[in-house]
């Protein structure tokens, strides 16, 4: 009912959302200051982020949202369930709540800012025209069809002790069929609205309650007058952060997009390159074999067949196939993995500095796949792999290393140069032998019937520029 009564003023306050006091029995949403009293009984306050000071009348109790729950005020103020009280405080806008004793009355402080008190920005520089419109459209009448609610309200000026300019307001009628007696003091001050106002209900306002009110406005004191011309600058530039903040978890998500398209293509971009180079590898090797066969023609000699300097023969079990697929997860595929890990870590702070819900489910799925789909793509590497083999009656590859080329037989057969080798990795166990993207073969340290694991290392070493030991 209290939200309605201030509805009332929402068009009137030049659209700021004013909340409406709460009645003495209940319990406004706030945080305790220290209560010390000066020497003429009264306390001083200052609200350093709304650059105004003022003194508390003895007697009264003053909370704002930074006043700690162990506050022994709160009880005394008749403020019972803080948690509930600075929710609502905060709802509402208030920056500090003035409660009597035992809850008797309440004198709450609610601050506004939009682009109408941006724009009059200090009561101190409005034209009479200006203040007199803004009486004249504070006083029209509200109601509503069904007569359950009317609600009457009366301004005047009025200048405090500190020579500050408000408005003096004084609203009565009702409100659900519940009689209502609000009094107020509204001012702007650099570029905010501020309204002071206490409320009851069924009964009208106490002499104390008024004069606490007045007391507590006269009291009130500019620390600074901040330029207009701040302003909007200021205005613009949180609106502009809290914009950002709020599409952080989408700009995170497209920039993650982005990058694994990025990624994508010049991954795509050194395959091409790799193809192109290892194409005219593979031609010069031929033109090489040709060139000697055709000597050999010339000089009516057989082809001698190369000399095999090391030979291996390894068998490719499900455990071996294993192994080699997280390895060529971690070694062969670093683009992938490292890249969505990034992208798990980016989603993974949207989702916990975000307060959308949707957008932290969202972030929290997007981290997840991230995180997940990496680990998968062993599994398949495998299946793939072991597949393969499960067509073939053996599971035994031969390997003959020569000068120039190695040839394969057993579960694969063919003959390929050293310069068809993309890539070499060499683990505890293996060396594995890259020739394409899905072309690998396999070689068992343990398992060699002609030369050394050595002999080997240093063969490929030699004929592969890309040889790596991990």
């Known amino acids: ?19 409406g006091i709460i009645p003495a029995a209940a319990s406004a949403s706030s945080e305790a200051l220290p209560a010390s009293s000066s020497a003429s009984g009264s306390t001083p306050l200052e609200l350093q982020s709304s650059n105004m000071k003022m003194n508390i009348p003895k007697g009264l109790y003053a909370f704002t949202p930074d006043t700690p729950i162990t506050d022994e005020n709160l009880l005394r103020a008749g403020i019972t369930d803080w948690e509930t009280q600075k929710k609502e405080m905060q709802k509402r806008g208030s920056v500090l709540l003035v409660n009597a004793a035992k809850g008797a009355f309440t004198i709450s402080l609610t ?3 939009n682009t109408t008190t941006q724009q009059y920005f200090n009561m101190t520089t409005m034209s009479n025209a200006q203040i007199s419109s803004l009486i004249q459209e504070m006083c029209k009448p509200q109601s509503a069809a069904n007569g359950a609610t009317s609600v009457t309200t009366t301004a005047k000026r009025y200048t ?95 920039a993650a997009i982005a990058a694994i398209f990025i990624v994508r293509r010049v991954h795509r971009s050194r395959e091409n390159k790799r193809t192109a180079f290892l194409l005219e590898r593979i031609t010069a090797y031929q033109a090489q074999q040709k060139a000697q066969k055709k000597e050999a023609q010339e000089k009516g ?13 390894t068998k490719c079990v499900a455990k071996a196939l294993k192994r080699f697929s997280w390895y060529d997860l971690l070694l062969n595929r670093k683009e992938t993995w490292i890249s969505m890990l990034v992208v798990a870590a980016l989603s993974i702070a949207a989702a916990v500095f975000v307060h959308s819900i949707p957008l932290r489910v969202v972030s929290a799925f997007v981290a997840a796949f991230c995180i997940i789909y990496p680990l998968l793509i062993p599994r398949k590497v495998f299946q793939t ?35 068809q080798i993309l890539h070499v990795y060499e683990v505890k166990r293996y060396f594995y032998l890259y020739l394409g993207a899905n072309h690998i073969y396999i070689i068992n340290k ?25």
Request: aromatic share 10%.
């Open 160 to 254: 405090n002790a500190q020579k500050l300019p408000f408005l003096d307001i004084e609203i009565k009628g009702n409100v659900e069929n519940k009689k209502i007696a609000e009094a107020a003091y509204f001012t702007i001050l650099n570029g905010a609205g501020y309204l002071f106002e206490t409320y009851q209900e069924n009964k009208a306002l106490t002499a104390q309650q008024t004069a606490s009110l007045q007391q507590l406005v006269n009291s009130v004191q500019v620390t600074k007058f901040l330029p207009k011309s701040s302003a909007p600058e200021s205005s613009n530039s949180d609106r502009i952060q809290f914009v950002v903040f709020l599409l952080l978890p989408l700009i995170l998500m497209i």
């Open 111 to 113: 601050k506004n800012e």
């Open 385 to 419: 792999e072991n597949g393969s083999f499960r067509k073939m009656k053996t599971r035994k590859i031969r390997y003959q290393f020569r000068a120039d080329d190695f040839r394969v037989s057993g579960a694969y057969s063919g003959v390929y140069p050293y310069v």
């Open 1 to 19: 009912m209290i939200k309605k009564i201030t509805a009332a003023l929402l068009p009137v306050l030049l659209c700021m959302s004013i909340a």
């Open 446 to 470: 343990h398992t060699f019937k002609k030369g050394t694991t050595d002999d080997l290392r240093k063969l490929l070493k030699e004929k592969c520029p890309k040889y790596k030991i991990h």
């Open 301 to 313: 000699l057989p082809l001698e067949e190369p000399k095999v300097l090391i030979e291996n023969t």
